[in-house]
């Protein structure tokens, strides 16, 4: 059978596919630019590409609701974020009348790949009656911005006032006397970071109310360097949306940029909205994303002088505010001062010794932190003291009691802020020298006394401070201003705690009980104790790690999953973990109701993709115990803890769990292999040529026996199936060789379709699609193949099949055509989706 869509199905999908084509050609030409530019090249210029998720998700961002878009992209290199722009603005209901786009990019080996994206642009809104202009700049942004706000009759033949602004700007530091810094401060910015420039810049072309999206470091939210920056953006836009990627190594992959990096959506007008919307997740591509919306007062305090944005991801952090504000004294009230250790060793290289001798006086060094206090000295290659003379004497201070904290760490360390006490009695010297990778807390530049230096310690350790210090600061720095932006106990209650602690200092959770007791008069057992919560989050992790799990499964979300799957509450002793049947919805309200953590309905494939399947393959939980018949992709597929692992779980933080955790270790083989084999017994089997096969029970794998037995006789006689997948095990059968033979090199990694088929007497490599739960091959999925098989020397046909016709109905208006489809409860028909022969007799 031979069909053609009809002209209404078309327009009802017009829209989408011409979206979705755009996206996929403009992917094509960032790959090719990425590819062309080395990393060497980039760093200088501190230029990163904007991958096309990213691009999407920001351009997502953005409301529009006007008859004429005019967008600037300033450093738009490839083109990405403008193309994503547009391609949001094709799916619109309500579509502009009218879009132009400037473009500033000053690299030439990006300009060809930029006219590249916008011809694209071009043709798809020309598809969709959009009348579209764009302009491109091949010179700096931030000079020409100088030149059009210094001299206006300039700007008579360049846009000056644009609706909406995305940005991806460089990122590098720039020195006080730099062009740059010169010219931004002409404008009215003193900055330490090109970024910063670039925003900057941009919002002063926006016209009133318009729309910024940038995505940047988190820096810019603390510390003084952003500070006159901060005060800039805050009173001339309103935040409404902020994105934050939890993972700093996976949002630009291909560049392995380390900044912490946020999106932000604002609105430019001077007064800020009642609340803003925050959201996270792990990268661009991942669907578990946390969202919330919290009052503008509690990102942006409304008495901070210093206006540090506070970035609250969800309930558990709000709880973490919450509990910061039973404390309000400054250092100034406590009568304390902070700074940074004086000594800077490269510079004072010939006043430096390996190890103390006469004439000389300690220096103390990060590396000589020890379980709260100080151990001196110590077998390490640095140089542990420093000459006592006329040019070190103003680096020196009086050997007195003090607080030391670290001034660099990153989000991935267990902890942020690690302070320790500097007690003078431990060491015979009249004087001493903190280096300048230290902070620390002083009275005038004396010391304090010992008992609250114990106490501050102890405050700084906590986990409390920890995670609120989290919530505002996004880089590798703990430095003073943060420290003098903090709220602390008074100094009766820092007194108070100091008592508690001797000489050895107390373990974390004996210091979080000290903080719930001695500071905020709560129960360590509180259920709504947000230490409490995150410090089970954390033992379910390092359980997670105990049991061998990669990396990538060392999470917050499979920390959860764990918890949800045992129905343990975080104020429950482990001895109380149960067994209970969970499916994934449950789980996720377990999540929200017992962790504060709430994530998006959409997010259930992927917790069961990425953190149930990798359980269900370490055997730590089983699938469907009740009916082990059940397909795995069931909507009531309910997943349980093994008996054994829960026995083990059971005595975690016990005399019992390293004897535990070691037997279970060892029989975790043979219980995979008896839990294997009573999935075995429910399995298809199929006869493909030369071999017997078999399938895990239900969902697509009862369409792919229907394809093999029924299609593949009918549609492709003696022809060899190269590749059969399955819905537990990517490659359930897999002739490599053959392909290889075929010219094919397959990336394992990549989404493979269902059956691969080498269709001999017409020498075809056909590539069949089953959908039962996920789409057809669509415009995009057609494009994935064909990157996938590009090498191939034969010619690619490409089938989509269904079960009925139901279910064909559904995906009907997304099937791509010069395809066909195969509808198993009419095994004899093709429906054929264009292609040379659109009119023909029926023989």
Request: net charge neutral.
């Amino acid at each position: 059978m031979v069909i053609n869509k009809s002209k209404s199905l078309t327009v009802i999908n017009q829209d989408k596919s011409i979206s979705k084509n755009l996206i996929n050609q403009v992917n094509l030409i960032h790959l090719e630019a990425n590819h062309q530019i080395q990393q060497s090249d980039k760093s200088p210029k501190g230029q990163f590409l904007t991958p096309l998720p990213i691009a999407r998700l920001m351009a997502n961002m953005f409301d529009f609701s006007l008859p004429k878009i005019s967008l600037l992209d300033a450093g738009a290199g490839s083109g990405s974020l403008l193309a994503a722009v547009v391609a949001e603005l094709c799916q619109l209901q309500k579509k502009p009348k009218y879009i132009h786009i400037t473009a500033y990019e000053i690299d030439p080996l990006l300009i060809n790949f930029l006219q590249e994206t916008f011809e694209c642009c071009h043709h798809a809104c020309n598809q969709l009656g959009i009348d579209f202009t764009y302009k491109i700049y091949h010179s700096d942004f931030i000079e020409s911005v100088v030149n059009l706000l210094e001299y206006p009759l300039f700007a008579h033949s360049i846009r000056t006032e644009f609706t909406h602004a995305i940005l991806n700007p460089p990122y590098y530091k720039i020195n006080s006397q730099s062009k740059y810094r010169l010219l931004l401060r002409s404008i009215g910015l003193e900055t330490t970071n090109i970024y910063t420039g670039f925003i900057f810049a941009a919002i002063k072309l926006l016209t009133s109310n318009g729309q910024l999206v940038a995505i940047t470091p988190r820096s810019f939210c603390n510390g003084s360097y952003f500070r006159d920056f901060r005060q800039f953006f805050l009173e001339n836009m309103a935040l409404d949306k902020i994105h934050l990627f939890d993972s700093r190594q996976e949002v630009f992959t291909d560049d392995k940029i380390l900044q912490e990096t946020v999106v932000v959506h604002a609105n430019k007008q001077s007064k800020q909205l009642d609340n803003i919307l925050i959201s996270s997740s792990v990268n661009a591509e991942d669907d578990i994303i946390l969202s919330h919306q919290i009052p503008y007062t509690d990102v942006v305090y409304p008495n901070d002088s210093e206006k540090f944005i506070h970035i609250i991801t969800d309930n558990l952090s709000q709880k973490v505010v919450e509990q910061i504000k039973h404390f309000y004294c400054t250092i100034q009230d406590l009568g304390l001062n902070v700074s940074t250790g004086k000594v800077v060793d490269f510079r004072i290289k010939s006043y430096l010794r390996i190890n103390r001798e006469e004439g000389t006086v300690p220096l103390i060094y990060p590396t000589h932190f020890n379980d709260g206090y100080i151990s001196y000295p110590k077998n390490t290659k640095k140089c542990q003291a420093i000459v006592l003379a006329k040019e070190t004497a103003n680096l020196l201070i009086p050997n007195e009691h003090y607080v030391l904290i670290k001034r660099f760490s990153t989000k991935e360390e267990k902890k942020r802020v690690v302070a320790v006490v500097y007690d003078a009695t431990k060491i015979d010297t009249p004087s001493i020298g903190f280096e300048n990778h230290l902070n620390y807390f002083h009275q005038q530049g004396h010391g304090l006394d010992l008992i609250l230096a114990k106490g501050l310690t102890a405050y700084f350790n906590s986990s409390l401070v920890d995670s609120f210090f989290r919530l505002f600061n996004g880089h590798t720095q703990v430095n003073a201003t943060d420290l003098r932006c903090l709220k602390y106990p008074t100094l009766e209650q820092l007194y108070l705690l100091g008592k508690h602690i001797g000489t050895e200092f107390p373990k974390q959770s004996e210091i979080d009980k000290l903080i719930d007791t001695v500071l905020l008069n709560m129960t360590n057992s509180s259920e709504n104790n947000p230490i409490v919560i995150k410090a089970r989050i954390d033992e379910a992790i390092e359980i997670l790690a105990a049991l061998g799990f990669p990396r990538k499964q060392l999470n917050e979300r499979s920390g959860l999953t764990l918890l949800a799957l045992l129905d343990l509450k975080s104020h429950e002793p482990w001895i109380s973990a149960k067994a209970p049947l969970q499916g994934i919805t449950p789980m996720m309200e377990f999540m929200e109701k017992q962790y504060a953590k709430k994530y998006a309905p959409n997010t259930r494939e992927t917790v069961r993709r990425q953190t149930v399947h990798q359980f269900i393959d370490a055997g730590l939980i089983v699938v469907n115990p009740d009916n082990i018949e059940r397909p795995i992709n069931s909507p009531k597929t309910v997943y349980q803890i093994e008996d054994s692992a829960l026995e083990m779980l059971r005595t975690f933080k016990t005399d019992e769990w390293d004897k535990n955790l070691q037997t279970y270790l060892a029989s975790i083989e043979t219980l995979k292999t008896k839990y294997a084999q009573e999935r075995l017994k429910a399995r298809i089997e199929v006869n493909i040529p030369g071999k017997l096969i078999t399938l895990s029970p239900g969902g697509q794998n009862i369409l792919i026996e229907k394809i093999i037995n029924d299609f593949c006789p009918r549609f492709t006689p003696n022809s060899s199936i190269i590749y059969v997948g399955d819905t537990d095990e990517k490659f359930a059968s897999f002739e490599e060789s053959a392909l290889s033979e075929l010219g094919i090199k397959i990336d394992t990694h990549g989404k493979m379709p269902d059956i691969i088929i080498h269709f001999q007497p017409k020498n075809w490599l056909v590539l069949i699609e089953a959908v039962t739960s996920h789409g057809p091959i669509d415009a995009k999925r057609k494009t994935e193949l064909e990157s996938l098989f590009r090498n191939s020397k034969i010619p690619l046909v490409m089938v989509t099949a269904f079960l009925n016709r139901k279910a064909m109905k559904e995906y009907l208006p997304e099937i791509s055509w010069e395809t066909d489809v195969w509808v198993a409860e009419d095994a004899t028909h093709l429906i054929h989706f264009n292609g040379e022969n659109l009119l023909q007799i029926y023989q």
